[in-house]
């Protein structure tokens, strides 16, 4: 079956490090798009990519980075200068940008120890 | 500026009571309002899209509305398997200022309680 995977579900993160969450699709989907949710408030944009080796900053991109050099994969890397990076990140995908159905991972939980 | 508000924030209801979800949007322009259910842990899943005012969609239980201003989402003899957090979402006409993004409300948290 045709999904998002992503990976790790659950990661936990020391103050100073890096950390990189995995996305990969098999739907043939062009654009691909990052998420970060937190209690309380509408899914937040961190980054979204058109096609492969472009990709654009979102509304929150401060202290995140993120590549596309396949189609199907879209990780997301979060750096020491996030500040407050405890929470649920989502990744997304849709047949074109701008297109009308996204279609959901099942999310990473990072918490800061 | 784009935005999207649910109300309440949460709901309880019995099961088999009732109720509606509301989701108030100001947009320049709209191309599509969506609603999704997302289970604790889980990534959204797609309910419904409605693209202009009258516009009503049917699933189960639920039943979508659109006006010019907001959505509401009718749930009707609900039951405890409808216990969920319900989101809804925007997207403004493509132009050279956005790039059609979903901009999503806080949610509705939906508890049934048999």
């Known amino acids: 079956d045709g999904g998002i995977t992503q990976s790790p579900k659950y990661l936990f993160r020391k103050e100073g490090q890096n950390v990189t969450l995995s996305c990969e699709q098999n739907l043939n989907h062009d654009a691909m798009y990052w998420y970060r949710q937190d209690p309380g408030q509408g899914l937040r944009l961190i980054y979204y990519s058109q096609i492969v080796n472009d990709f654009q900053k979102g509304d929150i991109a401060e202290g995140y980075s993120v590549s596309r050099e396949k189609k199907e994969s879209f990780p997301l890397t979060v750096t020491s200068a996030q500040k407050n990076p405890t929470a649920f990140y989502l990744c997304?995908?849709?047949?074109?940008?701008?297109?009308?159905?996204?279609?959901f991972g099942s999310g990473t939980r990072l918490t800061v120890v | 500026e784009d935005q999207v508000t649910q109300s309440p924030e949460a709901l309880r209801l019995q099961e088999g009571e009732s109720s509606s979800l509301n989701c108030s949007y100001t947009?320049?322009?709209?191309?599509?309002l969506f609603w999704y259910r997302q289970d604790p842990g889980k990534g959204p899943e797609f309910l419904f899209t409605l693209y202009s005012a009258g516009e009503e969609k049917e699933k189960e239980r639920l039943k979508a509305t659109l006006t010019k201003k907001e959505s509401f989402l009718h749930i009707t003899a609900p039951k405890p398997e409808d216990s969920a957090t319900y989101l809804c979402?925007?997207?403004?006409?493509?132009?050279?200022?956005?790039?059609?993004?979903?901009?999503f409300g806080q949610g509705t948290t939906l508890q049934v309680k048999p």
């Open positions: 997304a995908s849709s047949i074109a940008l701008g297109d009308y159905g996204y279609t």
């Open positions: 979402a925007v997207q403004a006409v493509r132009d050279s200022s956005n790039t059609g993004k979903l901009i």
């Open positions: 947009v320049s322009g709209l191309r599509g």
